[in-house]
């Protein structure tokens, strides 16, 4: 069974910065040809993909976060992690990470972002 395990969140000052992490327990060679996504969700809104990263390495971003965010993986330790800098109270949310070959969701980690 596939398991993400998310963490680094937390309560940071508006321009602060926080490195999110995701660990994926799949082969390595899963992980290795899977894309991996993060999102993230506030009370009543749909999830919204914040970035991406191709089994190749290639990168995506929101618009919004673009510029500011960082997405990078680690194929040795089947980790992906998402550096958030010049954070703004509009990134207040909960971030998931997201391996779509096997459609599988961690469990989230709360991100604050105070004014």
């Known amino acids: 069974q596939v398991q993400l395990v998310e963490s680094g969140g937390g309560l940071v000052q508006s321009g602060g910065s926080l490195r999110l992490s995701c660990a994926v327990s799949v082969s390595d060679s899963a992980f290795r040809n899977s894309p991996v996504m993060w999102y993230r969700q506030t009370p009543g809104k749909s999830r919204e993909m914040v970035a991406v990263?191709?089994?190749?390495?290639?990168?995506n971003y929101a618009k919004s976060v673009k510029g500011r965010f960082t997405i990078s993986r680690n194929n040795t330790r089947n980790t992906v992690d998402l550096q958030m800098n010049s954070l703004k109270p509009e990134d207040t949310a909960v971030y998931y990470c997201?391996?779509?070959?096997?459609?599988?969701w961690g469990q989230g980690t709360q991100v604050t972002v105070s004014s």
């Open positions: 997201y391996l779509p070959q096997r459609s599988s």
């Open positions: 990263i191709t089994s190749a390495g290639s990168t």
